[in-house]
């Protein structure tokens, strides 16, 4: 029975949804963006945008996203390898920012350390 509900109810739905998540991905990867030239995060000020890395990210300290008192400031951060984040590390969003609107793409992983 339960075979039966997913099969006719949710299956549909999932596929729905990966079609949807394939197109807006597609969409990330043409638009275009501000180069991060360092992998490191640490340190920087990013301001509503698109950066674009060709390689790795990592964030060990703290990278500041600043909405410049745009409630509505949009923020994507792609990285076309992985995003490596230490313990104790921080985004914080200031200047009107919130949650909703930092985007972060990763192609490949997201690696967190473990606190044990």
């Known amino acids: 029975m339960l ?11 999932a596929a729905a949804a990966q ?5 807006v991905y597609a969409g990330i990867l043409a638009l275009s963006g501000s180069p991060i030239r360092s992998s490191a995060l640490d340190g920087m000020t990013l301001t509503p945008g698109i950066y674009k890395s060709n390689s790795y990210l990592t964030l060990e300290s703290v990278v500041t996203i ?8 949009v923020f994507v951060i792609y990285s076309a390898s992985y995003l490596a984040v230490s313990p104790g590390s921080t985004m914080v969003l200031v200047n009107g920012g919130e949650s909703r609107e930092a985007r ?3 192609v490949d992983t997201v690696m967190c350390d473990i606190i044990p």
Do not use: E, M, Y
């Not at 075979?3 to 739905?13: D, E, G, N, Q, R």
């Open 66 to 73: 600043d909405a410049q008192g745009d409630s509505n400031s």
């Open 19 to 23: 079609a949807d998540l394939v197109l």
């Open 104 to 106: 972060p793409v990763i």
């Open 3 to 13: 075979k039966h509900f997913f099969l006719t109810h949710l299956a549909p739905l």
